[in-house]
């Protein structure tokens, strides 16, 4: 098999797309500037917590391990969704992005578009993304998402072939269609940035090379991802019969870390209107608010988010049972707020006291 270096120098002069993962890292804020931050910069929305897939590597794909869990099964109402936007008024500035993904699969829920076009039109949400495997992106729910305004599509490729789809997805796919869906919605994408990606730990021979043939020249961007035990008590090397390399998720080396970004710019509305801490939290184990209780600003600024932060500032994540369990800090978070820890404590100290 290709080294990931190899295939990016093979492949430079001979796709459209960049190979470069979904990450933007460019202007991105030095949160020890910022923190405490009064809007958040990023909210993840799950508009269906439920999934057509059965990955091996995520905890969807395992319906006793959910059986056991706090899980919850929901396709979020519009109209409840519609009130979650317009409570972003509530916040002196727009959010920066919306992410409408969170455990599972957005385009079950059928008002996704309408979704996407609201919180354009809302004027509170700067920037919209979401993450699907696109086996319901048909052409005209592709073009649907582009008139609503969706600024990226990011793309989970699971094979380059049905049978690949079968063992990893437990699914039938018509693979041929995916692609070509992808194709009419790359060629129709107007404004909307078009992402690829696909894990490595299951690919073998020129399953890269040939991942790089099908999607190189319909998107515009293109990666092939690490597996990471990114979600809190799921063992995924169990779950998919791969061992983790000691690489992050995007290609950056893991890194130990005190203290996590997430929880201090962003938070994750679940399908069924309970806030969490983070998107890591599939089983809704860290959930610090109800917006059928209270608005995202109170949630934002409530004792409960703010104990967890500060927590985390004192150096004792690891006491938080879901916090402990979490790999996503150490695999997959390029923000390291570890060297301004006391200084952002103290920050949080005085802002608790006023």
């Not at 727009?94 to 957005?106: D, F, H, Q, S, T």
């Not at 079968?166 to 009419?184: A, P, Q, T």
């Not at 703010?306 to 150490?330: Q, T, Y």
């Amino acid at each position: 098999m290709l080294s990931f270096s190899e295939i990016t120098t093979y492949f430079d002069y001979n796709m459209k797309a960049q190979v470069k993962s979904k990450l933007n890292l460019q202007d991105r804020v030095p949160l020890q500037d910022v923190i405490p931050i009064e809007t958040p910069f990023l909210l993840y929305l799950d508009p269906s917590s439920v999934c057509n897939f059965k990955c091996k590597f995520c905890p969807t794909g395992h319906k006793e391990l959910l059986d056991q869990s706090n899980y919850k099964r929901n396709v979020m109402d519009f109209d409840f969704y519609c009130r979650i936007v317009d409570s972003l008024n509530d916040f002196s500035k727009p959010v920066k992005v919306l992410r409408m993904n969170k455990i599972g699969e957005p385009m079950l829920n059928r008002n996704l578009a309408n979704m996407v076009k609201y919180a354009k039109e809302s004027g509170r949400v700067g920037y919209i993304d979401l993450a699907t495997n696109a086996s319901m992106l048909t052409k005209d729910r592709g073009l649907e998402l582009v008139s609503a305004g969706l600024d990226r599509l990011n793309i989970s490729i699971e094979g380059v072939n049905a049978e690949q789809y079968k063992e990893m997805c437990n699914v039938n796919i018509d693979f041929d269609e995916l692609v070509s869906n992808i194709r009419h919605l790359f060629v129709n994408k107007k404004n909307c940035e078009v992402t690829v990606k696909i894990p490595k730990n299951y690919l073998k021979g020129d399953d890269e090379k040939r991942f790089f043939e099908l999607f190189g020249d319909i998107c515009d961007r293109i990666f092939v991802e690490n597996l990471a035990p990114i979600w809190p008590s799921f063992d995924v090397e169990g779950s998919s019969g791969v061992n983790i390399s000691n690489e992050g998720q995007y290609g950056v080396p893991p890194t130990e870390k005190l203290v996590c970004s997430y929880i201090f710019y962003a938070a994750a509305i679940n399908a069924d209107g309970t806030v969490s801490a983070c998107c890591p939290d599939w089983d809704e184990k860290l959930v610090v608010g109800d917006l059928n209780k209270n608005t995202l600003k109170e949630i934002w600024n409530s004792k409960e988010f703010s104990d967890l932060r500060m927590l985390h500032l004192e150096g004792r994540r690891k006491e938080n049972s879901v916090c402990a369990a979490c790999g996503h800090i150490k695999y997959s978070q390029v923000d390291d707020i570890d060297p301004f820890r006391e200084q952002i404590k103290n920050k949080w100290v005085k802002q608790r006291k006023n």
